[in-house]
């Protein structure tokens, strides 16, 4: 994969799987790179030095994916710094457990909001230079949840499934644009959002995963470096499910 001449916009790249797709950009030759973050400044900005430490192009922008005012600021840095983004990463995304009857209207919101209207608002920043240069790849985070559903998840569920159905109908209307949208779908991966899990259910996960074992942050970068490279240049639409087997 070579990423050469590209600037990548990745949202919540302050930790797990956004900071790891990062990095693995940044060993795949991209030349530039926007980490946007919410509220988690001191990561993003260590990871921002150590990605200029390694000769990237590398800047920590601030902008709450639920605003379109704060959506459209951090383009325009982006894009002042580093000229148009090629390559969109919507990874930012907060999780949730709740029997249905308890979901209020508010964490409803949330989780859409969050979820899926942050991925809405970064295509429409991201989609005019990329429909104007005929080039360009988004790559939008979904989970098995979205593709099979969960119990006590029914709103991340539901705005996970939201981000496949997204994902199917931008790569139709883009094609003739040739610019390619696709989807990886992660099964139970070790980040922060895992930490709400006991560690013994972790392990029934593990156990109950045909590969054995949960997954990492890497699985998921490189799945998502892949589908941005030209190596995937015949690739849209998809959801790539990279998840030890979990869901077949
Ligand atoms: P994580 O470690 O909790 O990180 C979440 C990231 O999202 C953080 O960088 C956070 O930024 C950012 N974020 C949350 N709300 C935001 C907002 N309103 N505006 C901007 N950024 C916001 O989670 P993760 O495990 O890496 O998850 C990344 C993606 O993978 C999510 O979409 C998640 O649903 C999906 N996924 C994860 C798993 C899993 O098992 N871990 C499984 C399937 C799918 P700040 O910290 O700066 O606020």
Not at 49 to 64: E, H, P, S, T
Not at 175 to 184: A, H, L, M, T
Not at 197 to 205: H, I, N, P, S, T
């Amino acid at each position: 994969m070579d990423f050469r001449g590209k600037t990548v916009l990745i949202t919540g790249a302050s930790r797990g799987i956004g900071a790891e797709c990062a990095l693995e950009f940044a060993r795949n030759g991209a030349s530039a790179i926007v980490i946007g973050y919410h509220k988690s400044e001191r990561q993003a900005l260590d990871l921002e030095a150590r990605l200029r430490d390694a000769g990237v192009n590398a800047l920590a922008l601030r902008a709450d994916i639920r605003s379109a005012r704060q959506v459209e600021s951090m383009f325009q840095k982006a894009n002042a710094a580093f000229g148009p983004v090629h390559i969109l990463v919507n990874n930012a995304g907060i999780s949730g457990f709740s029997l249905f009857t308890d979901i209020s209207e508010n964490m409803w919101d949330d989780m859409m909001d969050t979820n899926c209207k942050g991925m809405y608002l970064c295509c429409k920043e991201a989609l005019p230079h990329m429909i104007s240069d005929k080039d360009g790849a988004i790559v939008n985070i979904s989970s098995i949840w979205g593709q099979v559903g969960a119990s006590c998840e029914v709103h991340y569920s539901a705005s996970k499934a939201a981000v496949i159905g997204l994902t199917k109908a931008l790569a139709k209307e883009l094609g003739p644009s040739r610019v390619r949208v696709n989807c990886v779908a992660p099964g139970v991966i070790q980040t922060d959002m895992l930490a709400a899990v006991a560690e013994d259910v972790q392990r029934e996960l593990a156990e109950e995963t045909p590969l054995m074992r949960l997954g990492t942050a890497e699985d998921i970068a490189k799945a998502v470096c892949f589908l941005c490279s030209g190596e995937a240049g015949f690739i849209t639409g998809q959801v790539l499910g990279v998840n030890g087997g979990f869901v077949i």
